[in-house]
């Protein structure tokens, strides 16, 4: 059964600093591999994708990498700001999207 | 741009009680989903639809209902309310599949009293 971690589940730094938020996950066939972000009360918003064949994808400040034989992504974000302050999910696809328990960020001024 | 819509965005239910959620889509996506989310458990799969006439169980189906008569559309209806289905639910949905950017809506948060 595919399983989704991520660690940690919530991290707080301050403003302009670079962070890595990680997510590890347990069967190594997945299709995919996306980064979400959910501010409190809204929907989720598809940040990156990356797919099995890839390594990495960027866009912006944000920077995710895949690693599938150590089960392993994460997403880096670069010189970070207070609007960045939000939940970030990851999701594996399998025959369909395991979602992980999010990493909650708070960005300080 | 409308994306993927979601209504209500909030309903309190009795128990018994019957309701459908709607879910519509502006992109010709072929892939939906109805996802709920729960403190400490995450997203998880209700119901997912592969196109139009096409449906299948998530996750955890039971107590819910669903069809795909059109590309757009897929409602999701709770059949007779209990509280164990007090949570958000969301939609989703993507062009082609697991393979292609999944888009949500806003999110309908549900009480079952």
């Known amino acids: 059964k595919q399983e989704v971690t991520q660690i940690p589940a919530a991290l707080s730094v301050p403003e302009g600093e670079n962070l890595v938020l990680n997510c590890s996950f347990t069967d190594s066939a997945i299709y995919n591999l996306q980064w979400f972000r959910q501010d409190p009360g809204k929907g989720l918003t598809s940040l990156l994708l990356i797919q099995s064949s890839q390594r990495e994808q960027t866009s912006g400040r944000l920077n995710a990498s895949l690693d599938k034989s150590s089960g392993r992504s994460t997403l880096y974000i670069a010189a970070s700001q207070p609007g960045d302050s939000a939940t970030y999910l990851c999701?594996?696809?399998?025959?369909?999207?395991?979602f992980g328990t999010g990493t909650l960020l708070a960005v300080q001024p | 741009n409308a994306g993927v819509t979601q209504t209500p965005k909030f309903q309190v239910l009795k128990t018994g009680q019957s309701m459908t959620l709607q879910c519509a889509q502006d992109m010709n996506h072929e892939y939906m989903s109805w996802y709920r989310q729960d403190p400490g458990m995450g997203l998880r799969l209700i119901h997912y639809?592969?196109?139009?006439?096409?449906?299948d169980q998530g996750e955890v189906p039971n107590g819910y209902n669903v069809s795909r008569s059109t590309t757009e559309d897929f409602p999701l209806r709770l059949l007779s309310a209990a509280p164990s289905q007090t949570s958000v639910y969301f939609c989703?949905?993507?062009?082609?599949?697991?393979?292609?950017?999944?888009?949500f809506g806003q999110g309908t948060r549900l009480t079952v009293v």
């Open positions: 989703a949905s993507s062009l082609y599949g697991l393979n292609t950017e999944a888009f």
């Open positions: 639809s592969v196109g139009a006439g096409i449906t």
């Open positions: 999701a594996g696809a399998t025959n369909k999207l395991i």
